[in-house]
């Protein structure tokens, strides 16, 4: 059973930046694809990145791309998600997830806030 654990949340102005990560434990970190998930109040969960086993060919939703970098360590069984100038709307509880072919495995989440 994988279990992650997200942190690096936080409350930040528009224009600002942060850090998420996503640490791994209880199953083969390198063997899954990564990916960043979020639901802002009232709203469905929605895609934001993720990334292949090795880190490569990761993909973003259009909302974020050029703003937002995932990025793996697997010698650390963590993904990073650095998150640069932040937007109101980026405000969300950001969740990780991990799987072979679906999303099997999720954190509890960590909420970002971005005031304008």
């Known amino acids: 059973q994988v279990q992650l654990v997200e942190s690096g949340g936080g409350l930040v102005q528009a224009g600002g930046s942060l850090r998420l990560s996503c640490v791994a434990s209880?199953?083969?970190?390198?063997?899954?694809?990564m990916g960043w998930f979020r639901q802002a109040p009232g709203k469905g969960r929605e895609f934001v990145a993720d990334?292949?086993?090795?880190?490569?060919?990761?993909t973003y939703s259009d909302s974020v791309k050029g703003r937002f970098t995932i990025s793996r360590d697997n010698a650390k069984n963590t993904v990073y998600l650095q998150m640069n100038s932040l937007k109101p709307e980026d405000t969300a509880v950001y969740y990780c997830?991990?799987?072979?072919?679906?999303?099997?495995?999720w954190g509890q989440g960590t909420q970002v806030t971005v005031s304008s």
């Open positions: 990334c292949r086993k090795t880190g490569g060919d990761s």
């Open positions: 997830a991990a799987g072979i072919d679906v999303y099997e495995y």
């Open positions: 209880g199953g083969a970190f390198s063997s899954y694809a």
